[in-house]
């Protein structure tokens, strides 16, 4: 079955860019649109963005100007850029594949990022 | 954005009881709703997906109904895995946009 794996820094700088990447696994990355989704501490998830196999994406609007994901189809990654993050950045980073549009059914661990100087 | 609102907030329960969490959109979404299960220090789990079809996997005491703006899950008999918190999660317009959690505890 697919499985999903972030990685990246755990801590970032104000007014710096977060960088994270997630690794599939077990699957054919052209069978989701891969997400990206964020958790607070204390906090229900919001949902960042989307990239399908094709480079396709969609973004929250709340983010969007912030925002850059990448597929690398080669290396079976998909990745998240964040620019001038800020202490309201600070979440566990989640990356998750949505199918059809109808629900997220494969999750990573999460990884946990922190903006702080 | 379409706006959950999801009641209770927090939910205390015993073993064996029956318990329904509701989910009401800010405008219709058809079905295009899935319920999760998250755990501390875990990533959500789905449950739920198009307003009633149940996760492979997913024990049956699980179930969901609703279309349009108002949506339950329930939990038909509570066993001592089962607590955590839910959240419900649109599909059906974009930005995707989740529920503010419904934590459910042992009373």
């Known amino acids: 079955q697919v499985q999903l794996q972030e990685s990246g820094p755990g801590l970032v700088k104000p007014s710096e860019t977060l960088s994270l990447t997630c690794t599939v696994s077990?699957?054919?990355?052209?069978?989701?649109?891969w997400s990206w989704i964020r958790q607070p501490p204390g906090k229900g998830p919001e949902w960042i963005g989307y990239?399908?196999?094709?480079?396709?994406?969609n973004f929250n609007p709340s983010l969007k100007t912030r925002v850059t994901i990448s597929v690398d189809t080669s290396q079976n990654q998909f990745s998240l850029k964040v620019s001038s993050v800020t202490a309201a950045d600070t979440a566990v980073y989640y990356c998750?594949?949505?199918?059809?549009?109808?629900?997220?059914?494969?999750w990573g661990k999460g990884t946990t990022v922190t903006v702080s100087s | 954005d379409i706006q959950l609102t999801q009641s209770p907030s927090f939910l205390s329960a015993c073993v064996g009881d029956r318990v329904t969490i509701t989910c009401r959109a800010s405008?219709?979404?058809?079905?295009?709703l899935a319920w999760y299960q998250q755990k501390p220090g875990k990533a959500p789990k789905l449950l739920i997906y198009?307003?009633?079809t149940l996760q492979s996997g997913v024990p049956s005491r699980f179930s969901g109904s609703g279309s349009g703006t108002e949506f339950t899950l329930t939990i038909s008999s509570l066993q001592p895995e089962d607590f955590a918190t839910y959240y419900c999660?649109?599909?059906?317009?974009?930005?995707?946009?989740f529920g503010q959690g419904t934590r459910l505890e042992i009373k």
């Open positions: 077990g699957g054919s990355i052209s069978s989701y649109y």
């Open positions: 990239i399908f196999y094709s480079g396709s994406t």
């Open positions: 405008q219709g979404i058809s079905s295009y």
């Open positions: 998750a594949g949505l199918r059809d549009y109808y629900y997220m059914d494969v």
């Open positions: 198009a307003a009633s």
């Open positions: 999660q649109q599909l059906d317009n974009f930005p995707i946009t």
